[in-house]
Nanobody, 119 residues
Framework: QVQLVESGGGLVQAGGSLGLSCAAS????????MGWYRQAPGKQRELGAT???????NYADSVKGRFAISRDNAKNTVYLQMNSLKPEDTAVYYC?????????????WGQGTQVTVSS
């Protein structure tokens, strides 16, 4: 019932910037956590950053100080501004939404968008 659509991936040189967007549609609980996870070839999917509907953020150490996550609750959209990009940031970036009720947990994933950082 929830669909996440990412946009903004692409190819960028090291040191450059790129912005990602993820728009959620469907039956969405107003209290939720949205975020970005990434998966490089041959590696496990890992946390990039998350943000709650209240604005609390959480960043992986590898991106702190370089990436900034934000959201627009009215638009059900989460953003990831990536600055000072490094080749190590190359990965497929997946949008994620999680929500809880008293009895259930809900989790949804986007299809991912490729980010490639060249040297």
């Amino acid at each position: 019932q929830v669909q996440l659509v990412e946009s903004g991936g692409g190819l960028v040189q090291a040191g450059g910037s790129l912005g990602l967007s993820c728009a959620a549609s469907g039956s969405i609980f107003s209290i939720n956590t949205m975020g970005w996870y990434r998966q490089a070839p041959g590696k496990q999917r890992e946390l990039g950053a998350t943000i709650t509907s209240g604005g609390t953020t959480n960043y992986a150490d590898s991106v702190k100080g370089r990436f900034a996550i934000s959201r627009d609750n009215a638009k059900n959209t989460v953003y990831l501004q990536m600055n000072s990009l490094k080749p190590e940031d190359t990965a497929v970036y997946y949008c994620n939404l999680r929500a809880h009720t008293a009895s259930r947990e809900y989790e949804y994933w986007g299809q991912g968008t490729q980010v490639t950082v060249s040297s």
